[in-house]
C-alpha cells in the first residue's frame, strides 16, 4: 500500500467541504426547532395519547387550545407547562 500525499490545497478543500456540512446540519437543526402551535396529531403524537385522551383534556381544561374555522392549535409552550406543573416528585 503507497503513501498518498496530502497538500494544502487538500486540506483546504477538505476544510470547505466540512464547514459546509456543518452549515447543513445547523440549518436542518434550526429547521427542526420546535414549533409554536400543534395540531391534534402532532399533540397526541408528542404526549403519546388517544385521540380521546386529547379530547378529555381539552373538555376538563388540562390543555389549552384555540380553535380556528374547525383545526384545533395547541401552543407548545403551554403543554411543556402542564406537564412541568403536574411533574410528581418521588421521594425516596
Given at each position: 500500500m503507497g503513501a498518498k500525499i496530502i497538500t494544502t490545497e487538500d486540506l483546504y478543500v477538505f476544510k470547505l467541504e466540512l464547514l459546509e456540512d456543518i452549515k447543513k446540519?445547523?440549518?436542518?437543526?434550526?429547521?427542526?426547532?420546535?414549533?409554536?402551535?400543534?395540531?391534534?396529531p402532532e399533540v397526541r403524537k408528542l404526549l403519546g395519547i388517544s385521540s380521546g385522551t386529547l379530547q378529555n383534556f381539552?373538555?376538563?381544561?388540562?390543555?389549552?387550545?384555540?380553535?380556528?374555522?374547525?383545526?384545533?392549535?395547541?401552543?407548545?409552550?403551554?403543554?411543556?407547562?402542564?406537564?412541568?406543573?403536574?411533574?410528581?416528585?418521588?421521594?425516596?
Open positions: 446540519l445547523l440549518q436542518n437543526q434550526a429547521g427542526s426547532s420546535q414549533k409554536k402551535w400543534l395540531r391534534s381539552r373538555i376538563n381544561g388540562t390543555l389549552p387550545y384555540t380553535k380556528i374555522g374547525g383545526v384545533l392549535f395547541y401552543d407548545y409552550q403551554k403543554i411543556m407547562e402542564v406537564l412541568e406543573k403536574n411533574r410528581i416528585h418521588n421521594k425516596f
